[in-house]
């Protein structure tokens, strides 16, 4: 299925090769690098390219192309999701997924990519399994491996590969047995030119960390399940108890992992929790702009908006940004035409703005339109969706575990138009 | 294949190239390459199991990256062919067989094959996996193999391990596509397992399931089209034309019995949908399309909610101007999708917002999608069309140049109504530089001449100036002009027209020449000009059918959606073609079952199976509904699961593992697993009543240890010095039950007086800090010539140090102490070789010791050397393993102690002690050492 694997990262240099079955020429990215100039941005490059004897897939994540070559039929979500997984297992891996990090731990690069895929096709892509073969490295250990030459591959199976909790290594040992659950938000919003909201969505995810001894089998309920609809699972969770109880129940992997991801949908109301006024306006004569933005909280239920950040893609035409802030610190990248304005903390009694001119290449015409601002921002210690973790309860296992439970909204694509 | 074999001597290319990537083989020990090679041939060689493993690891990577590993070759298939292939390690058989099939060279086929089939009935199913993983690669290597791998994947289809079914679904799709046959029996097994096989492996199993229903089903849409006319057409584009269809089929077969689902595509339908609530895209998309295929129309909602398909969920396709190009378009195109008469107004709304970003190409499309909406939808096209206009003034170039040929779209649909925006039009022409969008115009005038009569003269003489520097498009559509306002105003046009045909005669553009020529033999009347001549006007200006705006994205349906071929609307190598239903559906008796047999399952470990592999999920109460009667067998085993899956904990699962202990089988796979088992209960029910534990222990010593070697006694007070109380003792090597941490201890008393002596008692012991002494209990008489044996525990806190205490009668006391062998601080551990070369790769480094020895001329067969060991260690064998391993744990803390006797030709012997203990490790090897070589 997946020939070959190329690693690039964005300047452009071929920085890993992977073969499965024969070896491909690196000549094959040719086509890829034509696309990728074709595309400007990264972003834009497309996910399938076909070239007369390949068909190139590719993801673009953490400033590096993950480019498979593929030669027959294949879903293409199938090697994207694939992809994906390896860049996961990196991260898992090495802390980040980065060109750096990646150079460095080449060998165990290799040595996953050798175990997560047979002849092309997945052979062990669970964590938890790729754990017991390859150990993950630690300083120590590629100490003691320099000195006495040994690797980090394990010698045995991993038990999860034969069982039919494939996800969960055994004979797991803790002396502090803790589970950790993150239950993160995202909203994904478009508000227009006089702040209503046009759409808004909630992406939410729990992200869990458990650390427990042996087979505990845990159980995790909501005050109020309804609110979830669109719903998809770690393998791990038993699907029918969803669907009869509405409680997640699940033999977790260990350590981290992300225990479901679920989607709220623009039909129940989405809080938006500020607001953002905003007057960007372009003079026909003169070669020079206006710029008006400030923002106030909405719906943020007591808590405070931190983080708070406007990212503005200016058109070509402005050169440069002669603003002032009330808070925080503005920077204008006239190479990118990325205005970003850092606020920080969202004071209620003080709100922040941001206003001045903008000065255009002269002898050009005016833009056409303004440019949509686009937020981030984040509030600790609450799910706008209003989701709240009931209980944690376990079962199997005889010691009783720390449980915690962290609440954190953030922005996603939150784009205001103008 | 020589040039894609990595064994071979030419290499795929790749050597020249310059190195960006660390060979993984470079680990930082071999330094050249040369050097390396005989390495990698030693470590074959070598009888760990560790250094082959990674030896073949290495040459698997090389391969992998398209080294030259020509030279490891005959090292290879010595060592991999002949010796790890029957490996008892499963990880090494494993690997062997992948580093085989991974080797691309002719001569090895009939090994590899040899290799594959016996690998297909290993009793590991992950043995099995990697059997089935290389079936393609060997089919790749040498088609001709086919028909024999056909029959190793029918064996390997009819497993029941969820390890399995997605690889050899794989190696199916591969190999023999066509085999429907094949799947027949193995059917609803699949259908029951596929909520358990890991994703990648769903995605396969779905995709090839799809096919196979589409053969073996009926159609369920057939008798329901007259019900569901008026629902869901929208989202169903291309319906129209198979409505009719299916309309006129209707009538025939209405006569016809009604239609009722086959159980076994309900029994699909429904072990698909949990998982759509997969985290995975790839199965989400997988079962979508199923559904698409496959299921009547009225279900095919469910899969909407999870895609996000339908109008309530219009606005999540709102862009966003950091969105990817891609992303755009198609959102664009699910919005247009989506548009009908009660939500355009909103769809328009947003587009025009879309139609100020800064993406052009965007903009484009969104123009095109305007287009298509109102060619849709009848009501909006003027609204449309006065938007566009309005886009016309627009200063952006591409902008007005798509507008405008989206507008000569829809005028040519109703164009009488619109002479006004078609002299904006050619008002247009004078700013407009786009080839295309000049073309566009230029049709437009010609066409529609009659309605612009007075601008259109004029707009040819504008033209004709600037011919020459026209496009070739453009220049065709002046051409055009010419000739058709030659037709209806000559008298103003003809030389104009003249003067352009002379112009083009001369084109540097022979299409353009051509053109002319034609153009003029046709409209301008001449002597020699044919009948034709009449019939001009006709030609030029018949009216013309208005275009169908379509999607970009239409005419792919026929390919299977989520395709490669799908995506890219072209057939990709491997593509199987999605059937159409049959007329009548084939027997479905094919997929029936018997009942499984137990004589017929002849190989051992099929049966096993059946009872470890317990599908996770595979909770069939009600599912296997319909089936139930034909697939009794695997109704049987999701009822074991169902029990599971509540969540009962330990105990029940514990008690069914005692039963099953219980039972007597001779089979030693079997035994093997029960004794694990037997050892894993005793290790969770430690810490309850001893005397529960003390049972199981001795359960556990009966069928797992014998007794070690002869028992070899100490004196712990000579008759002489005790005034003829002799005491003797020995380490009885049974555990010690009052208290498991402590060493048993037996001791002997003899009395050789005359007379009896009297309370026999333990008094005032000194001891090391933490060790801990378990008194007998006092004998009150011992008869003259009587001798008694009583046992005492003692914790060493494993070490060598010495119990000190005074042996009292009711005269005398006696210093005495016991001091332990190091070999007898120990107590034996079974584990089987998996668990105990894990273990042993985790007690690495200094906690490893190593010795070479020369065995002692006793020491001549491995009966020997097992007999010495254990006389000097309370270790136990590790059955099956190739080496002479042996195991235990220390009593007192229970660290492991791993020993590992390797021999050599010639009486060289190697001794490997792991234990975390390194004072104990160190002295056992001293004690065995010196049993050994004696």
Known sequence: MIHSLFLINNAGDLFLEKHWKSVISRSVCDYFFEAREKAVEPDNVPPVIRTPHHYLINIYREKIFFVSVIQTEVPPLFVIEFLHRVAETFQDYFGECSETTIKDNVVIVYELLEEMLDNGFPLATESNILKELIRPPTILRSMVNTITGSSNVGETLPTGQLSNIPWRRAGVKYTNNEAYFDVVEEIDAILDKSGTTVFAEIQGVIDACVKLSGMPDLTLSFMNPRLLDDVSFHPCVRYKRWESERVISFIPPDGNFQLMSYHISAQNLVAIPIYVKQNISFFETGSSGRLDIAVGPKQTMGKTVECLVVTVHMPKVVLSANLSATQGTYNYDPVTKILLWDIGKLNPQKLPNLKGSLSLQSGAPKPEENPSLNIDLKIQQLAISGLKVNRLDMYGEKYKPFKGVKYVTKAGKFQVRT | ?934
């Open chain 2, 1 to 934: 294949m020589s040039a894609s074999s990595a064994f071979s001597d030419e290499k795929g290319g790749s050597a020249s190239e310059p190195e960006y990537g660390h060979d993984p083989a470079s680990g930082g020990i071999f330094s050249s390459d040369y050097k390396r090679h005989d390495d990698l041939k030693e470590m074959l060689d070598s009888n760990k199991d560790s250094l082959k493993l990674e030896a073949m690891k290495r040459i698997v990577a090389m391969i992998a990256r398209g080294k030259n590993a020509s030279d490891l070759f005959p090292a290879v298939v010595k060592n991999v062919a002949c010796k790890n292939i029957e490996d008892p390690n499963q990880l090494i058989r494993a690997s062997a067989l992948r580093v085989l099939s991974s080797i691309r060279v002719t001569i090895i086929v009939p090994i590899m094959m040899l290799a594959i089939k016996e690998a297909a009935s290993d009793m590991s199913p992950y043995v099995r996996k990697t059997a089935a993983h290389a079936i393609p690669k060997l089919h790749s290597l040498d088609p001709e193999q086919k028909d024999q791998l056909i029959e190793v994947i029918e064996k390997l289809l009819a497993d029941k391990t969820t390890l399995v079914a997605g690889s050899v679904v794989m190696a199916f799709e591969e190999v023999c596509p066509d085999r429907i046959d094949l799947i027949h029996k193995n059917y609803r097994k699949l259908c029951n397992l596929l909520i358990d096989v890991e994703e990648w492996g769903q995605v396969v199993i779905i995709n090839m399931l799809t096919r196979y229903a589409r053969t073996q089903f009926l159609n369920p849409n057939v008798n329901e089209s007259l019900l569901e006319e008026s629902s869901e057409k929208a989202f169903y584009a291309s319906d129209d034309e198979e409505d009719e269809d299916k309309k006129a089929e209707v009538t025939t077969l209405e006569k016809r019995k009604p239609y009722v689902m086959d159980p076994d595509h309900r029994l699909l339908l429904r072990n698909t949908k949990p998982l759509l609530q997969s985290r995975n895209a790839a199965v989400v998309m997988a079962v979508a399309q199923l559904y698409f295929h496959l299921a009547p129309k009225a279900e095919v909602g469910i899969i909407a909610k999870a895609l996000g398909m339908f109008e309530p969920y219009l606005k999540s396709f709102y862009i966003r101007s950091t969105d990817p190009t891609q992303i755009k378009i198609l959102k664009l195109e699910v919005l247009t999708n989506l548009a009908n008469e009660a939500n355009i107004s909103t769809i328009l709304r947003e587009f025009q917002t879309y139609i100020k970003s800064m993406d052009k190409d965007f903009v484009a499309a969104s123009i095109q999608a305007i287009g298509r909406c109102a060619t849709n939808i009848g009501e909006v096209r003027d609204t449309c069309l006065n938007g566009l206009v309005q886009l016309l003034s627009n200063r952006d170039e591409l902008v007005v140049a798509e507008s405008v040929v989206v507008i000569k779209k829809l005028l040519q649909m109703q164009p009488e109504q619109h002479s006004d925006i078609i002299k904006h039009m050619a008002k247009l022409i004078d700013n407009i530089q786009v080839p295309m969008a000049r073309a566009s115009i230029l049709w437009l005038i010609g066409e529609y001449c009659e309605h612009v009569p007075k601008i259109a003269p004029d707009v040819l003489r504008k033209m004709a100036k600037s011919f020459t520097n026209e496009e070739d498009i453009v220049k065709l559509q002046i051409i055009n002009l010419a000739a058709k306002l030659y037709l209806t105003n000559s008298k103003q046009t003809k030389l104009l027209t003249q003067y352009v045909l002379n112009l083009a005669k001369y084109d540097q553009n022979y299409d353009i020449r051509d053109r002319a020529r034609f153009i003029r033999q046709l409209i301008v009347p001449t002597d020699k000009s044919g009948a034709l001549n009449k019939y001009a006007k006709k030609l030029f200006l018949a009216l013309k059918p208005a275009p169908v705006l379509e999607s970009p994205f239409k005419d792919r349906d026929h390919f299977q959606l989520g395709s490669l071929s799908h995506l890219l609307n072209a057939k990709a190598a491997g593509y199987q073609e999605l059937p159409d239903w049959p007329e009548s559906a084939p027997d479905p008796s094919v997929r029936n079952v018997e009942i499984p047999d137990w004589s017929k399952c002849s190989s051992r470990k099929d049966r096993k199976e059946k009872k470890v592999e317990k599908p996770f999920y595979s909770d069939s109460e009600g599912e296997s509904g319909p089936t139930e009667s034909a697939d009794s067998g695997n109704c049987g085993e999701s009822s074991a699961s169902g029990s599971d899956e509540s969540g009962s904990g330990s105990e029940s699962e514990e008690s069914r593992e005692e039963t099953e202990s219980e039972e007597e089988e001779e089979d030693e796979e079997e035994e093997k697993k029960k004794r694990k088992k037997l050892d894993k209960t005793k290790a969770k029910k430690q810490a309850e009543e001893s005397a529960e534990r003390c049972a199981i222990h001795t359960i556990h010593q009966i069928r797992t240890i014998a007794p070690s070697g002869s028992i070899k006694m100490y004196e712990l007070l000579h008759r002489i010095t005790g005034e003829g109380l002799a005491v003797e003792y020995c380490f009885s090597r049974q555990p010690f039950s009052p208290d498991p941490n402590m060493v048993a201890v037996q001791i002997q008393f003899t009395n050789n007086t005359n007379s009896e002596t009297k309370n026999l008692h333990i008094e005032d012991p000194r001891l090391q800090s933490g060790m801990r002494i378990r008194e007998f209990a006092e004998i009150d008489v011992l008869a003259a010539g009587e001798s008694v044996t009583v046992v005492m525990g003692i914790d060493f806190c494993d070490s060598t140090q010495a119990a000190n205490f005074q042996l009292c009668t009711h005269t005398r006391k006696f210093f005495v102490s016991i001091q332990p062998p190091v070999g007898e601080l120990m107590t034996p551990t079974f584990l089987t070789e998996n668990n105990f070369k894990k273990e042993q790769g985790k007690l690495m480094g200094m906690n490893e010791i190593l010795e070479k020895l020369t065995l002692g001329e006793k020491c001549v067969n491995e009966h020997v050397i097992v007999e010495r060991v254990t006389a000097t260690a309370n270790l136990s064998r590790v059955p099956c393993g190739s080496d002479k391993e042996f195991a235990g744990k220390t009593v007192s803390s229970g660290c492991l102690v791993l020993v590992t006797v390797t021999t050599k030709e010639g009486g060289g012997a190697q001794l490997t002690v792991n234990c975390e203990k390194m004072v104990i490790g160190t002295m056992l090897v001293k004690d065995i050492l010196q049993a050994l070589s004696q």
